[in-house]
Nanobody, 127 residues
C-alpha cells in the first residue's frame, strides 16, 4: 500500500490550499482516512478524519471552520480544503489510513490508530 499526499506549497496568510490523498494497493473509499501534520520540532498531530461509512468527519479544534475534509469517490481520493491559513498551519501534512475501521461510522483523531502513511506534502504559510 502506498499513499501519496499532494497539493502543498508556499502561500501567504489568509490564503487557501487544497491537499489531495491518493492510494495504490487499496481503495480509499472503503477506509477511514485522516490528515495529520508535523511542524518542525513538534510531534505529529491529527488535523481531520473522515469515516468509511457515511463520511462522518471530525476535526481538531484549531482548524474547525477553516479546514474541510472530503472524499471524491469517483477519483478514489480524499481532500483537505484549507482556508484562512495562518503561519501556525505551517507543517508537513500527511494522509493516513485506518484499516481497522473499514465500514465504521466513526474515525478517530489518534495517530497510533492509523496503519498506512503517505510521504507528506509541505505547507508553508508566510508573508
Amino acid at each position: 500500500v502506498q499513499l501519496q499526499a499532494s497539493g502543498g506549497g508556499l502561500v501567504q496568510p489568509g490564503s487557501s490550499l487544497r491537499l489531495s490523498c491518493a492510494a495504490s494497493g487499496l481503495t480509499l473509499d472503503y477506509y477511514a482516512v485522516g490528515w495529520f501534520r508535523q511542524a518542525p520540532g513538534k510531534e505529529r498531530e491529527a488535523v481531520s478524519c473522515i469515516s468509511s461509512a457515511e463520511d462522518n468527519v471530525y476535526s481538531t479544534e484549531s482548524v474547525k471552520g477553516r479546514f474541510t475534509i472530503s472524499r471524491d469517490k469517483g477519483k478514489h481520493t480524499v481532500h483537505l480544503e484549507m482556508s484562512s491559513l495562518k503561519p501556525d498551519d505551517t507543517a508537513v501534512y500527511y494522509c493516513a489510513v485506518d484499516r481497522f475501521r473499514r465500514g465504521d461510522y466513526v474515525c478517530v483523531l489518534e495517530r497510533d490508530e492509523y496503519d498506512y502513511w503517505g510521504q507528506g506534502t509541505q505547507v508553508t504559510v508566510s508573508s
